[in-house]
């Protein structure tokens, strides 16, 4: 765990300059805006350890899977969130010195995150091997008015010289990702231009023919007034342009260049207008020029912190956490496309390909629903929806048949694209989370309309897996699942996942369940669905004898649900029988010594108590949470939050509390040492939720919000609004108690500890 950064309720803070963690600050000061992003790289050249990053929301490369040992139904590929054109660069030189804080002294060095108006400000002293001093103010944000615009606002000061500065600058396509193979590069050019005052690339990925258009402008202010450069020199080579001015500095006086970007692609232009209409956005952004600009997109960020803030009292490390978890996912996320979806990583680094993981419905949906408009986690719904086809796709090259539809672990267009066979062909309870975030989305919507729209098709396809997957075990007089990888990826290829057969076994009784509904409440769709899936009365039939004699793993004597048949011929020790220097395991230890061993990665018997708690009471859950929490190493971001939520009920305070922190400032204090590959942006949903759920006790039954809200001793108070059904309600909790007051919309009874509450808004 890393603690350099200052602890501050709206900034994130780093103070003085150390190469050893530049990655891990490259990641933390990501920006984006939904529609595109970047990594924190310095504007100027920088020559030590970095990680460039510049990526576009939708575009990737399926990169040939290469293994040895090809088994049928292998997918072809791994798909890679590109490194796209860049265009952030601002080249300093002073003859044949080269501003780099990598060979310069470094003094004066501040790096600040503003997460209330996304920006990112930087300032820096560099002195040169020379003896020359200047002083750099460095400011950045990608519009979230406009997704295809971004600016830069960068200071220079000679301090005690003047002289003539070389300033290059570049849109550079000539890229490669880190995880690229041999240094493969993944661009071709289309376009290239570059003359006075402009600079532009179209590029062309392979394979996918994905276009994107990059194009820079820019303006020179000398003592607060726009001024020439003293040269102008418009240079391009392939995949490459820029300009390279000159520009006269005098001691002590500020000279500032203001960069202007605009980012197009083929996924919202039409290509061969690309260069035009990206000259027609620069022109007008320059014309708007860098105050305006940010005016606009901080206004945005004021709005979204209206819908979505959490605030903390009396306790800044976790006030911090909770909104950089919020920002994070806001900029990578927008709910405005429903072609897109969240990446693991968002805008902050190429680690797990950038592509769709059972995250989404798992971790991200209850953040949009309770955060924006109905309509975003629809869009997130019906983006699984648009890929059924696909998914029956996937599940036929498994063997399966009659529309049996797996859903892949990781895709960016409904096909299967992850290279590892115990994820890729075990981790199946995936299936499960999308059906079941059909109906969180329901529960807390009202929506039931998306059943017959959408829904009860999706349902009917998982649900036939799941009826092809199980077998009869005659031993058992049960069914059993084999050969599964549950949430705990530290046990693969087991049989009877206790979380994987109890989602299974509630898809089935809620897709019965959606069958009912549909053919009572519309009998043209439920006719029109039928004839499309082609359902037999059999179908659902089958389906409510796997529910009735689904086999679940217990341990009777403990009364615990068993992860999966053989758990208990495990050493069964604990977190704290492990070494210091054993940690992280994934890093430290063979995988053959993590499979043998208990040791849990995430929450996986306890996943599945979150998802159903109304089924399990308090003493359950507390048997199982007092079993497996001190065996969970806590090594998936997806762990701590549901570990949160279980601790609240059952009245862990200080565990809900530590579990709370490590979720919050898991890549702020790099907990699992891994925050250099970029943020965890799909578990920081799950960090919203362990306040809303966990210290804020929100249940929803038979259609009704319930809250059981407590306060943690370290705080002295926390507040969050929420959007339930067209009301806007806003929870405060204090030492005096709990309010909840209704902001906006029609008269709401919630349950408050137990007790109805009538709500109105004041007049």
Not at 534 to 539: C, F, H, I, P
Request: glycine share 8%; charged share 25%.
């Amino acid at each position: 765990m890393k603690n350099y950064l200052k602890h501050h309720e709206w900034h994130i803070i780093e103070e003085g300059f150390d190469p050893r963690v530049h990655r891990i600050s490259e990641s933390l000061f990501s920006l984006g805006n939904g529609r595109m992003g970047q990594r924190a790289n310095f504007e100027e050249h920088y020559s030590g350890e970095m990680h460039q990053g510049s990526y576009v929301a939708g575009v990737y490369y399926p990169d040939k899977t290469r293994v040895g040992w090809w088994k049928n139904g292998y997918p072809e590929y791994f798909a890679k969130v590109l490194n796209a054109p860049s265009w952030i660069g601002i080249h300093i030189a002073f003859g044949k010195q080269t501003l780099d804080l990598a060979k310069c002294k470094v003094t004066g060095f501040k790096r600040v995150l503003d997460m209330k108006q996304g920006l990112l400000h930087r300032v820096f002293t560099a002195t040169f091997p020379d003896g020359k001093k200047v002083r750099v103010d460095a400011r950045r944000f990608c519009s979230m008015a406009d997704g295809e615009v971004g600016a830069i606002r960068y200071a220079i000061t000679p301090l005690n010289f003047s002289g003539t500065a070389t300033i290059t600058l570049p849109v550079d396509a000539d890229v490669v990702n880190k995880d690229s193979n041999y240094d493969e590069k993944f661009w071709n050019e289309v376009a290239n231009e570059a003359k006075s005052g402009l600079a532009i690339v179209t590029a062309e990925t392979k394979k996918t023919f994905f276009h994107v258009t990059t194009g820079m402008t820019y303006a020179v202010h000398t003592g607060g007034k726009r001024s020439k450069p003293a040269s102008v020199k418009a240079t391009k080579k392939e995949k490459y342009a820029d300009n390279v001015i000159t520009v006269k500095l005098g001691k002590e006086q500020e000279t500032v260049v203001y960069k202007y970007a605009v980012v197009l692609s083929s996924e919202n232009h039409a290509k061969p207008k690309m260069m035009a209409a990206a000259k027609k956005k620069l022109a007008a952004a320059s014309a708007k020029g860098f105050e305006k600009l940010f005016a606009e997109h901080a206004a945005v960020w004021a709005h979204k912190w209206e819908e979505c803030d959490i605030t903390i009292e009396g306790d800044i490390a976790a006030q911090q956490g909770i909104r950089f978890n919020i920002f994070q996912l806001t900029q990578t996320y927008t709910g405005e496309d429903e072609r897109l979806n969240i990446g693991p990583k968002g805008f902050t680094g190429e680690k797990y390909g950038g592509s769709t993981y059972w995250d989404t419905e798992a971790y991200c949906l209850p953040f949009y629903l309770g955060t924006a408009d109905q309509s975003v986690a629809r869009n997130l719904l019906v983006y699984r929806y648009k890929h059924l086809k696909r998914a029956i796709e996937n599940a036929r090259k498994l063997g399966f048949t009659e529309g049996a539809a797996l859903y892949p672990m990781v895709t960016m267009n409904g096909e299967e694209c992850h290279n590892e066979w115990e994820i890729t062909f075990e981790e199946i309870h995936r299936n499960g989370a999308i059906a079941y975030a059909i109906f969180d989305y329901i529960r807390y919507t009202g929506d039931e309309t998306y059943l017959s729209d959408h829904g009860l098709e999706v349902l009917i396809g998982i649900s036939r897996f799941w009826s092809q997957r199980v077998n009869w075990s005659a031993d058992k007089q049960k069914y059993v699942m084999l050969g599964v990888t549950g949430p705990n990826e530290y046990e693969n290829n087991v049989n009877n996942n206790w979380y994987t057969n109890t989602i299974a076994a509630w898809t089935l009784d809620y897709t019965r369940y959606a069958l009912d509904y549909v053919r009572k409440a519309d009998e043209s769709k439920f006719a029109k669905i039928i004839a499309k899936a082609k359902l037999t009365d059999a179908e659902p039939a089958r389906w409510k004898d796997i529910i009735d004699k689904m086999y679940y793993p217990v341990d009777k004597g403990r009364g615990v649900f068993l992860q999966q048949d053989g758990f208990l011929d495990k050493e069964l020790l604990t977190v704290h029988d492990l070494r210091p220097q054993d940690r992280p395991l994934n890093q430290k230890w063979s995988w053959d010594r993590i499979l043998r061993s208990c040791f849990i990665k995430q929450a996986d018997v306890l996943q599945g108590l979150y998802f159903f708690e109304e089924r399990f009471d308090k003493e359950t859950i507390k048997r199982n949470f007092d079993f497996y929490e001190p065996m969970t190493v806590h090594e998936s971001s997806l762990s701590p939050c549901v570990h949160v939520i279980l601790a609240c009920k059952i009245g862990y305070e200080e565990k809900a509390y530590e579990m709370y922190l490590r979720t919050a400032r898991l890549d702020l204090d790099d907990y699992n040492n891994d925050t250099e590959d970029g943020c965890h942006i799909t578990s920081m949903a799950g960090t919203w939720v362990s306040v809303i759920k966990g210290f804020g006790g929100m249940t929803i039954h038979h259609g009704q919000l319930h809250f059981a809200p407590h306060l943690p001793k370290q705080w002295n108070g926390y507040s969050f609004r929420l959007e339930f059904r067209g009301r806007v309600i806003k929870v405060r909790v204090t030492k005096q108690g709990a309010d909840v007051i209704l902001e906006s919309g029609e008269p709401l009874t919630v349950v408050v500890h137990g007790r109805e509450v009538a709500l109105r808004t004041i007049r």
